[in-house]
C-alpha cells in the first residue's frame, strides 16, 4: 500500500475553512479508494469522509455532510478535504488512508491535526 503524508491542519475559529492534503509516496494510488478518519482527543478514530478511485463517488459521515467536501487529483496522487463552516467538535488529528471495502489499510501516517477555536 502506499505510503500518505497528511498536511493543511492549524487553527481556525469557528465558522472558518481549511483544506487538508493527503499525498501519497510510493506508489501510485490513482484508481484507488481513499478516505479521510479523524480522531478527536479521548475518542475513537472516526469515518469522515471517502472518495471512490476515479473521484466520481463521495460518501460523507452525517455531521459533515454539506460542510466538507473531498476530491482528488490523481496526476498529483493527492486527496483534499475541503473544510468550512467549521465547528469546534472537529477539532481533531485528521488522516487519510487508502481504503478496501471501505475499510483502511496500510496503516497511518503521522496526521495533521486540527483545531478548531470558538
Known amino acids: 500500500q502506499a505510503q500518505v503524508v497528511e498536511s493543511g491542519g492549524g487553527v481556525v475559529q469557528a465558522g472558518g475553512s481549511l483544506r487538508l492534503s493527503c499525498t501519497a509516496t510510493?506508489?501510485?494510488?490513482?484508481?484507488?479508494?481513499m478516505a479521510w478518519f479523524r480522531q478527536a482527543a479521548g475518542k475513537e478514530r472516526e469515518f469522515v469522509a471517502w472518495?471512490?478511485?476515479?473521484?466520481?463517488?463521495?460518501k460523507y459521515v452525517d455531521s459533515v455532510e454539506g460542510r466538507f467536501t473531498i476530491s482528488r487529483d490523481n496526476a498529483k496522487n493527492t486527496v483534499y478535504l475541503q473544510m468550512s463552516s467549521l465547528k469546534s467538535e472537529d477539532s481533531a488529528v485528521y488522516y487519510c488512508?487508502?481504503?478496501?471495502?471501505?475499510?483502511?489499510?496500510?496503516?497511518w501516517g503521522q496526521g495533521t491535526q486540527v483545531t478548531v477555536s470558538s
Open positions: 488512508s487508502e481504503t478496501i471495502a471501505g475499510n483502511p489499510v496500510g496503516g
Open positions: 510510493g506508489r501510485t494510488f490513482s484508481g484507488y479508494a
Open positions: 472518495i471512490g478511485g476515479s473521484g466520481e463517488a463521495t
